[in-house]
């Protein structure tokens, strides 16, 4: 498996990143692990996990799966969710948290560093300069290689990446938006201004959560073991929409028609991107990771990107006028 340059740095990452949001939630241990160490062994060095998935269970299988061969991974973790248990300073961006929370992430990962230490979304209160400060602690203290920005907007990349260079700390080398062929809002501004100041786009969600592989048909109520089902928030809020289930369908039929499952062939599209060194996906089962894995065997054509284009006009969702109420618009304050 060939490997690539993430943004501009020399670390060297696989077209595939484990995701691992499910593993000690919907995917126990065992499995977790199993899926871990088949994605090594096919090329895989890429692993991404976070402080708040699972309430830090994921972080824990995560360290134990990777820890006999932790150099050969390229680890990475985020900061700024934090728990939702109405204490101060438990979650944001501010250095006390920052601080707090890359030891506590160290400890459950069973490591002494992280190669990428992502901001997971934009804290409105903190600073850019107090996170980029605490930030470039952590370079120097060697608790963190590199890092990065995850759910920023454009402005706020082109932001955070001038205050790093002012305060002299290494720039951010990644950049994690929101990215898939029913949502293309991420190609207006986040993967423009990312690509400009040097930082690789790891998108993730490239199957807007399950929607892309076509088991949910509109007007169907969706199995209960699906993410629909369970009434996930986030898939409920985001690609839950009858134009995208409807284009879901439509993006099947095409890509059977071309021989291909319609999850490899939305993975592949992610990745034809050419500002996208790698893409997340995150598996439940083997067999998610089983499918997964064959979009690497998939090339996308011109006739492919025309298709896609017809579908979902080039940098928007699928719905028009849809906006993700996690990345809210913010130009219009009321006097």
Avoid: C
């Amino acid at each position: 498996m060939s490997h690539r340059s993430l943004g501009r740095s020399g670390l060297q990452v696989s077209p595939l990143t484990l995701g691992s949001m499910m593993f000690g939630g919907q995917t126990d241990a065992e499995v977790s692990r199993r899926i871990i160490d088949t994605a090594f062994d096919q090329g895989i060095n890429f692993i991404d996990t976070a402080d708040v998935y699972n309430a830090g269970r994921s972080e824990e299988i995560v360290g134990q799966a990777i820890a006999a061969r932790r150099d050969d991974w390229v680890l990475a973790s985020k900061v700024g969710m934090g728990q939702a248990d109405g204490r101060a300073n438990r979650n944001g961006l501010s250095r006390k948290h920052i601080l707090r929370s890359i030891d506590a992430s160290l400890r459950r990962l069973g490591t002494d560093y992280l190669d990428i230490y992502y901001l997971h979304r934009e804290d409105q209160l903190t600073p850019l300069e107090e996170s980029v400060s605490a930030i470039g602690d952590l370079l120097r203290q060697g608790k963190i290689r590199y890092w990065g920005v995850s759910n920023y907007r454009g402005w706020r990349i082109a932001e955070i990446a001038n205050v790093a260079e002012r305060l002299g700390v290494a720039k951010p080398i990644v950049s994690q938006p929101l990215y898939n062929l029913v949502n293309r809002q991420a190609e207006v501004e986040q993967i423009t201004a990312a690509a400009f100041h040097g930082l690789g786009v790891v998108p993730y969600s490239p199957l807007a959560r399950g929607v892309l592989s076509g088991k949910y048909q509109p007007g169907v109520t969706p199995d209960g073991d699906s993410r629909a089902g369970r009434n996930d928030k986030r898939i409920l809020e985001t690609e839950w929409r009858d134009e995208s289930l409807q284009i879901a369908q439509q993006v099947k039929q095409y890509a059977e028609q071309r021989g291909v499952g319609v999850v490899e062939f939305a993975i592949a599209w992610v990745l034809n991107n050419a500002a996208v060194p790698s893409a997340i996906v995150g598996p439940r089962t083997e067999a998610h990771w089983a499918t997964y894995i064959k979009a690497l065997d998939v090339r996308i054509t011109a006739e492919d990107e025309a298709f896609v284009d017809s579908l979902v006009t080039p940098g928007h969702a699928s719905t028009p006028g849809y906006n993700d109420p996690t990345h809210f618009v913010s130009g219009r304050p009321l006097r």
